[in-house]
């Protein structure tokens, strides 16, 4: 039986999925389960590309009425609350599941700026203004106004304006923008480098006065009914940097603690767990780094975070995504954590892994899980921030991310990002969550109807950190009721 739960498995990984230990039970009570696991697969990837994780309710089954010893249809599934027989319901986005490749050509990085402009402009089009193009504004007659799409080039600070180089898919052009208009002024400041805008502007000569200027941002109210919804709690984590001599393995074996002996209430019904990134120190990752390091192989940090995790309680489903620490490639987007280490992290083949960003669904919430690279261009480049500040400030930046509906507005900053033919950074779908990490200061707050978070970390402050100024959050969960959106910050000591 253990022989067959193991080749289960290993199948299941080589082929790139993950399985539920409800579907492996019901498998190894099955006449020849390995053609079955087998055929499975081969109807999802044909008919469902975006499950990830096979549970009891996609089997296939030969024999008629096999499936009815289970006992379980789908629309009783439905009508459950959680029990014993609960099931998860994860949908990864396909999109961030693939490793790219670029040739470094000219091509690909011009397709990706167009991507980027055309995801951008479909979104500031919603809003329901008249745009036109540059040229065909070019040809219009002293004191024109109308509004444009366009993408920042360059920035200009003079004593009396500042001069914004723009361009669209039409051509190039400056844009002016008057001093005496504070409220204007405070938008253009917010302007970042590659980021794509709206403007209204009046036509003078050969250049445009700006008159007002708005990021393609969220609808105040997006929200559509309610969709099925169960009671189940999402525990967001991140940063936890095992390997490190910093790592607060006390403080996490506080938290493993709690979610196993907790008789709060909402201890039970946690269901999922996401860690977006930095599970590991790594090795390399910063000069001398091996100073700071409690395990100085890779291998070694990944046994030792599987370990850890293995503490868990089997019925919380762990989702994992990479961050700039992990041994994967460092641009992003970023692929999810590869098959070598995950054998070594996840010997029962029960974690999923996913790809940063990776937007997910769980119980039909939509997660945008992002480690947060970007994060630190943003604070170099926006006034009056910094990582002294950012305890304050983290809630202003992920709502400037959601404004700019893009993780990475600057391009060929500190963060970089591989030019693939779609712009998988822009946010094309509003999410109901959108979970962050790397800055290590944790923050729950809200904007527009979306839940925004950053899940601090379990690292104590690093001798960079205190150079820069940043006090991390350590220590610190985020607790999430998926039906109702309420937040729990929790901390651990
Ligand atoms: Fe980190």
């Known amino acids: ?146 509004f444009l799409i366009v993408m920042l080039l360059d920035k200009k600070d003079y004593q009396n304006s500042i001069i914004l180089m723009v361009e669209d898919d039409s051509g190039q052009t400056r844009l002016i923008i008057s001093k005496k208009d504070t409220e204007l002024l405070k938008k253009a400041e917010k302007v970042l480098p590659d980021q794509v805008f709206g403007v209204r502007v009046t036509k003078i000569n050969n250049t445009f006065l700006v008159k007002d200027l708005f990021l393609p941002d969220v609808p105040l109210k997006h929200k559509t009914i309610e969709k099925y919804l169960r009671d189940v709690y999402v525990v967001l984590l991140s940063d936890l940097h095992i390997g490190s001599k910093k790592f607060r393995k006390d403080y996490f074996e506080s938290f493993l603690d709690w979610i196993n002996r907790s008789r709060d209430s909402e201890v039970k019904k946690i269901k999922y767990i996401v860690i977006a990134g930095d599970l590991v120190d790594g090795v390399g990752v910063f000069p001398r780094q091996e100073d700071e390091l409690e395990y100085n192989s890779i291998n070694q940090q990944i046994e030792e975070a599987g370990k850890i995790l293995s503490e868990i309680p089997r019925e919380m489903k762990i989702l994992i995504s990479a961050g700039n620490h992990e041994p994967v490639s460092k641009a992003i987007p970023q692929p999810p954590l590869p098959l070598e280490y995950r054998k ?76 693939t033919p779609e712009d998988l950074l822009v946010i094309d779908e509003i999410p109901d969550i959108i979970h962050t990490g790397h800055v290590h200061v944790a923050y729950a707050g809200g904007y527009r109807e979306v839940l925004l978070v950053n899940s601090g970390t379990w690292q104590d402050q690093t001798s960079f950190q205190r150079e820069i100024g940043l006090e991390p959050t350590v220590g610190t969960a985020i607790l999430i009721n998926l039906k109702t959106l309420t937040v729990r910050l929790k901390k651990f000591s």
């Open 344 to 419: 070594i992290l996840d010997k029962n083949g029960e974690y999923i892994f996913i790809g940063n960003p990776c937007y997910v669904k769980l119980e039909d919430r939509l997660l945008l899980v992002y480690h947060g690279q970007s994060l630190d261009d943003m604070i170099q480049y926006l006034p009056n921030i910094s990582y002294t500040t950012l305890s304050r400030d983290i809630g202003v930046l992920l709502e400037m991310i959601l404004k700019y509906r893009h993780l990475t507005p600057i391009y060929g900053e500190n963060t970089s990002i591989l030019p």
């Open 1 to 146: 039986m253990e022989n067959l739960r193991k080749k289960i498995i290993e199948i299941v990984l080589a082929e790139g999925y993950n399985i539920t230990a409800e579907a492996i039970n019901i498998l190894e009570r099955l006449d020849n389960p390995i053609e079955k696991l087998k055929k499975t697969i081969e109807k999802l990837r044909r008919e469902m590309p975006s499950v990830l994780v096979i549970g009891s309710e996609h089997l296939v089954y030969n024999e008629p009425g096999e499936r009815i010893l289970e006992g379980v249809s789908e629309t009783e599934v439905e009508e459950k609350e959680v029990t014993a027989e609960w099931s998860p319901r994860i949908e990864v986005d396909e999109r961030f599941q693939k490793q790219y490749r670029i040739r470094g050509e000219a091509s690909e990085f011009q397709n990706y700026f167009k991507s980027r402009y055309m995801k951008l402009k479909r979104i500031l089009e919603e809003r329901g203004e008249r745009y036109i193009r540059i040229t065909d504004l070019m040809k219009a007659p002293r004191n024109s106004e109308a």
